[in-house]
């Protein structure tokens, strides 16, 4: 498209909503006449007639109106990055909102965002802790942290670890009183720590895979927790079997505090990826900062 129709379409959107030629005029800085004279020639080029025009208003017409709603908002984006663009004059700023659990909170994200936080005093983050799986733009957050299998065709991602994987554990203590599981379904006749998901307001099957075969036991115990941190602790208490991320049992389990059982039916799954919509309207700051994730874990694979 030419420079002269990109400038004849910004025209008709300042008076289309401004429904005003004379305060569209004011808004570009042009006279009247010659904002009136530039839309005749843009619809004389289209062949529609764009806006109807009274002598006390003026309205869009159908033509009009898909314009609005389908070359508007590609306008307003190039206006909201070159504003963002304008930030590097100075030092970025602005707010990032992200959702994610509070294990992948501790474990992945406070770690590789110390680098940028510093880097760019400015910008604030703000994490939400949840175990639901939010809409993250009905939300209204910028990104989400997910699992590799969690990653919808709607978002774009940005791979945070490598593939994880998820261990059965207990105390020393716990096992001189019970035998160790050999198999997944020996968990039934254990006491173990099982947590409630809120996305699907159950309390959540355990899950395991060897030989190509899945498994889900459905196990059960006297404690019930929505938070890891809680179950884990539980666990180190000796009250009980429980089921976390290896990274926030790992710690613990190289102390010998934990031991874990049932490796061999622990897969590893996908790892975990910063996650945002395709369309998301990437101000400055949240690109620096998606920039920065995928250089962490860049780091991070070639380590």
Same mark, same amino acid.
């Given at each position: 498209?030419?420079?002269?129709?990109?400038?004849?379409?910004?025209?008709?959107?300042?008076?289309?909503?401004?429904?005003?030629?004379?305060?569209?005029?004011?808004?570009?800085?042009?006279?009247?006449?010659?904002?009136?004279?530039?839309?005749?020639?843009?619809?004389?080029?289209?062949?529609?007639?764009?806006?109807?025009?009274?002598?006390?208003?003026?309205?869009?017409?159908?033509?009009?109106?898909?314009?609005?709603?389908?070359?508007?908002?590609?306008? =307003?984006?190039?206006?909201?990055?070159?504003?963002?663009?304008?930030?590097?004059?100075?030092?970025?700023?602005?707010?990032?909102?992200?959702?994610?659990?509070?294990?992948?909170?501790?474990?992945?994200?406070?770690?590789?965002?110390?680098?940028?936080?510093?880097?760019?005093?400015?910008?604030?983050?703000?994490?939400?802790?949840?175990?639901?799986?939010? =809409?993250?733009?009905?939300?209204?957050?910028?990104?989400?942290?997910?699992?590799?299998?969690?990653?919808?065709?709607?978002?774009?991602?940005?791979?945070?670890?490598?593939?994880?994987?998820?261990?059965?554990?207990?105390?020393?203590?716990?096992?001189?009183?019970?035998?160790?599981?050999?198999?997944?379904?020996?968990?039934?006749?254990?006491?173990?720590?099982?947590?409630?998901?809120?996305?699907?307001?159950?309390?959540?099957?355990?899950?395991?895979?060897?030989?190509?075969? =899945?498994?889900?036991?459905?196990?059960?115990?006297?404690?019930?927790?929505?938070?890891?941190?809680?179950?884990?602790?539980?666990?180190? =208490?000796?009250?009980?079997?429980?089921?976390?991320?290896?990274?926030?049992?790992?710690?613990?389990?190289?102390?010998?505090?934990?031991?874990?059982?049932?490796?061999?039916? +622990?897969?590893?799954?996908?790892?975990?990826?910063? +996650?945002?919509?395709?369309?998301?309207?990437?101000?400055?700051?949240?690109?620096?900062?998606?920039?920065?994730?995928?250089?962490?874990?860049?780091?991070?694979?070639?380590?």
């Amino acid at each position: 498209m030419s420079r002269e129709n990109l400038n004849d379409l910004i025209a008709f959107l300042a008076v289309a909503r401004e429904k005003s030629f004379t305060r569209a005029a004011a808004k570009l800085g042009v006279s009247q006449s010659a904002l009136s004279h530039t839309v005749r020639l843009l619809e004389e080029r289209l062949g529609l007639r764009l806006l109807t025009r009274t002598t006390r208003s003026v309205t869009p017409t159908n033509a009009g109106y898909y314009l609005i709603r389908n070359i508007g908002p590609h306008f =307003d984006q190039i206006e909201t990055q070159l504003a963002s663009l304008g930030q590097l004059r100075d030092e970025p700023s602005g707010t990032i909102r992200i959702t994610a659990t509070d294990d992948v909170i501790a474990y992945i994200l406070r770690p590789k965002i110390e680098k940028f936080i510093k880097k760019y005093p400015d910008v604030k983050i703000e994490i939400n802790a949840d175990l639901k799986l939010v =809409d993250i733009v009905a939300e209204r957050f910028d990104a989400g942290v997910r699992l590799g299998e969690q990653v919808t065709k709607e978002m774009t991602s940005v791979p945070l670890t490598p593939d994880i994987r998820f261990v059965v554990v207990g105390t020393k203590s716990y096992f001189r009183k019970h035998p160790k599981p050999k198999a997944p379904h020996d968990l039934l006749k254990h006491q173990c720590i099982t947590m409630r998901l809120p996305t699907y307001g159950g309390i959540y099957a355990w899950e395991f895979e060897k030989n190509g075969r =899945d498994l889900k036991v459905r196990v059960d115990g006297p404690l019930i927790f929505n938070s890891v941190f809680s179950a884990r602790d539980a666990c180190l =208490d000796g009250l009980g079997l429980a089921h976390m991320p290896e990274i926030v049992a790992e710690k613990y389990i190289a102390d010998g505090r934990l031991v874990k059982v049932l490796e061999e039916w +622990c897969p590893y799954w996908t790892g975990y990826h910063l +996650c945002f919509p395709h369309h998301h309207q990437n101000t400055m700051p949240f690109s620096l900062f998606v920039d920065e994730m995928r250089h962490e874990a860049e780091k991070f694979s070639h380590s």
